[in-house]
């Protein structure tokens, strides 16, 4: 069954550092997404991207965050210098053409700021 | 997008249905009612959903009133591993072209015992 994939599982950085989060969407899925849960709390929104450009993005996604599609197989989140409070696991998912209601997603990348 | 209500936690034992009910009194004609099952460290999972009466896959069933003001997710003979967070989701129906966010809540922890 295909899935979602993302790399690293781990990552340790320093304050004021960039990251950069990758995600392989499933092969032909059009809508892709990525959220956030801070330990112990819940599942939050930060973006979405289709047709190669932003769809929508919470209050969250400021301007430290950034995502691209840089190839057909790649969609990445950047934090160009992440916070305390940006740590956090990180999930990518993605929904097939004509039925977005089903978000699957990846198995998400800990990113822990120090 | 209708809020959504339901319980914090839930105990079950091994073998026994679990019944997990959620209540979503706004919900509107083109919304969709979503679960979505996770287990910790790990991203979320599509479990099932409906628009009204009953939805079964080899998971779980969904039982949807006339109303759809609530829903009722179904796990039939519950195992270990079925512990993990539930949540209900309302969601907006795609008609193409547009992403579409997901609005997660807290969620139902459900604790299966031996």
């Known amino acids: 069954e295909p899935e979602v994939t993302q790399t690293p599982s781990h990552q340790v950085t320093q304050m004021g550092q960039e990251v950069i989060l990758r995600c392989v969407p499933i092969s032909n899925h059009l809508y892709f997404y990525w959220y956030r849960q801070i330990l112990g709390q819940k599942v939050e929104f930060l973006v979405s991207f289709y047709n190669n450009e932003i769809s929508e993005k919470s209050e969250i996604f400021d301007d430290q965050f950034s995502v691209e599609r840089p190839d057909g197989s790649n969609f990445t989140l950047k934090i160009r210098s992440t916070k305390l409070e940006d740590s956090a696991m990180y999930f990518c998912a993605s929904t097939e053409p004509g039925s977005s209601e089903t978000q699957y997603f990846g198995p998400g990348t800990r990113l822990l700021v120090l | 997008l209708a809020k959504t209500t339901q319980p914090i936690s839930m105990d079950s034992y091994e073998g026994q249905e679990v019944n997990i009910t959620c209540s979503h009194n706004?919900?509107?004609?083109?919304?969709?009612i979503t679960w979505y099952q996770q287990f910790p460290s790990q991203g979320p999972r599509f479990i099932i959903q409906?628009?009204?009466t009953k939805v079964t896959n080899e998971v779980a069933s969904l039982f949807i009133p006339a109303d759809r003001k609530s829903s009722t997710l179904s796990l039939p003979r519950v195992s270990l591993s079925d512990t993990a967070v539930y949540y209900c989701l309302v969601v907006s129906t795609n008609y193409g072209g547009a992403t579409n966010k997901l609005i997660f809540g807290t969620g139902t922890l459900l604790a299966v015992q031996p």
């Open positions: 706004n919900i509107a004609t083109n919304d969709y």
């Open positions: 409906g628009y009204k």
